[in-house]
């Protein structure tokens, strides 16, 4: 099936901005959104926000979510060492009938 | 609290059948669609299909298609995923995960090893 595509790896200065992006189709992202997860190695993936831009309780402010089109993004502001971790986008296809994911990308907090 | 407890680690042979559980607690269980997500060593995620808990209804991803069956049992809130003709491909962690909006909450994951 298809998937979204997403950079293998973005690296950030300490308390600097990362943005790492999530790029699909009219009929995934652009469909409805992307949903965004977070997932430390040997742990679950855990949801951040989804479509575009809804925080589940809990989350931090410094993450938040965007589309333009058929590409999502995630904006994390202040990076922490915690933030270190794979980053997932995914969305429901509708053509599919299918929850798509993307390859992830590992964030690196220098 | 939401939970989704997986019943625990398993080793087959290839050709083998391997049958998970998902265990759900914490909310109203017939409410929410429940998905399946197996991550293979050092990879991404991969969805396997999704069922819908009141009427059973179920969706597979076209690659698993004819060799993974979801079910549930409304009596004790628990899906299972059972994946048949196992392969040393089929080496993953196998998740359940709640739909809301998106998959909010998790399991812990199984480890299903694939092995001669």
């Known amino acids: 099936q298809a998937g979204l595509a997403q950079p293998p790896s973005v690296s950030k200065a300490l308390r600097q901005t990362a943005t790492l992006t999530c790029t699909g189709n009219?009929?995934?992202?652009?469909?409805?959104?992307a949903a965004w997860l977070q997932q430390f190695q040997g742990h679950p993936p855990k949801l951040l926000s989804y479509?575009?831009?809804n925080r589940p309780s809990g989350i931090s402010e410094r993450f938040s979510a965007s589309r333009s089109g058929n590409t999502a993004s995630l904006t994390i502001t202040g990076l922490q060492p915690e933030d270190e971790a794979d980053y997932y986008c995914?969305?429901?296809?509708?053509?599919?009938?299918?929850?798509?994911f993307g390859r992830g990308t590992k964030l690196t907090v220098l | 609290q939401v939970q989704l407890v997986q019943s625990g680690a398993e080793v087959k042979k290839p050709g083998a059948s391997v049958k998970l559980s998902c265990r759900a607690s914490?909310?109203?269980?017939?409410?929410?669609?429940l998905h399946w997500v197996r991550q293979a060593p050092g990879q991404g995620l991969e969805w396997v299909g999704i069922?819908?808990?009141?009427?059973?209804?179920?969706t597979y991803a076209q690659r698993f298609q004819g060799r993974v069956t979801l079910t549930r049992d409304t009596s004790t809130s628990t899906v299972y995923m059972e994946l048949s003709s196992l392969t040393s491909d089929d080496t993953a962690v196998y998740y359940c995960?709640?739909?809301?909006?998106?998959?909010?909450?998790w399991g812990q994951g199984t480890l299903v090893t694939v092995s001669s």
């Open positions: 009219s009929n995934n992202v652009g469909y409805q959104g």
């Open positions: 995914s969305a429901w296809d509708n053509s599919l009938s299918a929850w798509v």
């Open positions: 995960a709640r739909e809301n909006e998106s998959c909010d909450y």
């Open positions: 914490g909310y109203t269980f017939s409410n929410y669609f």
């Open positions: 479509r575009n831009n």
């Open positions: 069922i819908t808990p009141t009427t059973g209804d179920t």
